[in-house]
């Protein structure tokens, strides 16, 4: 499972937003950007995204060129050996 998460810039109406939606793109939730904690603030949307749907687990965050992107790892998750190529 995955998380995608975006910045919406400001408009005449409302303030700088970031979204976060499901890879699948079934589900989404947009948060105001928090100013207080912008470094955190696609994984604060991620968070929220996941917390909306009942996702427990851990988050692995990664970056793209638009954005962020977060793998959901359940708790009950596989565990993959990791191999440097």
Not at 13 to 36: C, L, M, Q, W
Not at 54 to 70: K, N, Y
């Amino acid at each position: 499972m995955a998380i995608i998460t975006k910045f919406l810039s400001a408009t005449n109406f409302r303030g700088a937003r970031i979204k976060a939606t499901t890879g699948n793109g079934k589900h989404s939730v947009t948060i105001d950007y928090p100013y207080e904690d912008s470094r955190n603030a696609h994984a604060l949307a991620a968070l929220a995204l996941a917390r909306k749907l009942g996702w427990q687990g851990s988050l692995i965050e990664g970056g793209t060129a638009t954005g962020a992107v977060f793998v959901f790892v359940p708790a009950t998750g596989v565990i993959i050996e990791h191999h440097t190529i």
